[in-house]
């Protein structure tokens, strides 16, 4: 064990997230005075299989939404069983020292959120005590790939108050030859989609949670048709070999019905497994669409074998709900050929160490890891390293409005100044597998 980097103290509290709801802060200081801080995000749209986010429940603070108890779970039972005790360098113990103290497999009595904040907060501290950035300390030397940016520009579902049942409708610019000029592409796209709104009637230029646009739309393939004439008018093609592409987060567990049944409320229209799927194939022989998230629902494995094997050699299928950044379910949807493409938010599943695993395993199975953010998000960025120290490819942030999202990509901004020519951006390579539909 190395003195220097021995845990000194851990501290949590209680802080704010992007839509006003309490979420944990954890500090951890080393011995040699090195010093690393996280914020936990949190989701709106929550697969069940994911790790538990403890809350009070208290409904005379923030209507039950507070996180003093896991607030206490890190200052009363984890930070004086691992200070003094665990060297930050060595991620793996540490974390599972906090998978031990929590002694459940969904991490339901400590809760994720303070188990996550000190075992991120105790990586910043470890990587400031190297003098590296985080990305550089988990990655190594080799580590410099930007990630290509799937960015939300039209919300629905638990994000906005359109009433469109969908959740994301992202702009991907394939065309770009940087991470920074990816960001001007898809800034220009975002805009020309507010020039689009304003001349179909009175519109209010709210954002929904995670930025995008949240319009009253009377349905589904009207957001699709304003993304793609939207791109146009911006001045580039829309086209799957061309300038920016298109990518769905459907999110289907969210409006999954009884009996098998998805039910689109805005569109009054119902559809079994299949019937969904063969919209999407539709849509996608429509549309430039290289990527759908969550097109079923999270336990709908019959039908997502029927999408991978309609979709999967021309689209890149993401498993959000369906893996919840969870190895044992990747490893199970890898050996059943389901989907294609995992979905990795460090909160589902809890710790540092469990995410990366989740990484390596997708990219050993020959599945595409994407990094990325919650609907409640902070200013916290530490996944903008984590898509860079894991050669990851793709970051799904949000929109390009609002803070806790451009913290992300501001970050990624300047490790691409840092990186210079050491430094590649992943660009359309990434879905150089998948053929026209």
């Not at 009433?163 to 592409?185: H, K, N, R, S, V």
């Not at 567990?253 to 559809?271: H, I, K, N, P």
């Not at 953010?373 to 960025?381: C, I, K, L």
Request: a negative charge.
């Amino acid at each position: 064990m190395a003195d220097a980097t021995l845990i000194e103290s851990v501290r949590g509290r209680e802080v704010l997230d992007s839509r006003g709801n309490p979420t944990v802060e954890v500090d951890v200081t080393l011995r040699n005075g090195a010093f690393g801080r996280a914020i936990v995000p949190s989701g709106a749209s929550t697969g069940r299989h994911e790790a538990v986010e403890l809350r009070d429940g208290d409904p005379t603070r923030y209507e039950g939404l507070g996180v003093l108890r896991a607030v206490a779970a890190v200052n009363d039972v984890i930070g004086p069983a691992v200070s003094g005790a665990f060297d930050a360098a060595d991620q793996a113990s540490l974390d599972a020292r906090l998978r031990e103290l929590d002694g459940t497999a969904n991490k339901a009595n400590l809760g994720a959120n303070a188990i996550l904040g000190v075992s991120l907060a105790a990586a910043h501290a470890a990587a400031a005590a190297a003098g590296q950035p985080l990305y550089r300390y988990l990655g190594g030397p080799e580590a410099g790939v930007l990630p290509m940016p799937m960015v939300n520009i039209i919300s629905g579902g638990r994000h906005a108050a359109g009433g469109l049942d969908m959740q994301d409708f992202l702009a991907i610019p394939i065309g770009a030859a940087t991470y920074g000029e990816a960001l001007q592409m898809v800034v220009a796209v975002y805009r020309a989609v507010g020039r689009v709104l304003s001349q179909t009637g009175p519109y209010a230029y709210g954002v929904a949670d995670e930025g995008g646009y949240g319009p009253p739309l009377p349905c589904h393939e009207d957001a699709l048709g304003l993304l793609y004439d939207a791109t146009r008018l911006a001045g580039y093609r829309c086209a799957r070999d061309g300038d920016v592409a298109i990518g769905l987060d459907v999110a289907a567990t969210e409006f999954a019905g009884d009996g098998g049944r998805y039910v689109l409320q805005a569109e009054g229209r119902a559809f079994s497994s299949v019937e969904l799927v063969d919209l999407l194939d539709h849509w996608s022989k429509t549309y430039p669409i290289i990527s759908i998230e969550d097109g079923l629902s999270e336990d709908d494995w019959d039908g997502w074998e029927y999408l991978t094997q309609q979709l999967g050699g021309s689209a890149q299928l993401i498993g959000d709900d369906l893996f919840t950044t969870n190895p044992e379910r990747l490893a199970q949807g890898a050996d059943d050929g389901i989907a294609n493409a995992v979905l990795v938010k460090p909160n589902q599943i809890g710790t540092l160490t469990e995410t990366l695993d989740t990484v390596h395993l997708a990219q050993e199975r020959g599945y595409l890891p994407v990094i990325s953010a919650r609907s409640g998000e902070t200013e916290d960025t530490t996944i903008a390293d984590l898509a860079v120290a894991t050669g990851a490819g793709q970051i799904k942030i949000g929109s390009i409005t609002r803070s806790e999202r451009l913290a992300k990509y501001n970050r990624l901004l300047r490790i691409e100044e840092e990186l210079g020519e050491r430094g590649r951006f992943a660009g359309r390579d990434v879905f150089a597998r998948f053929s026209n539909p």
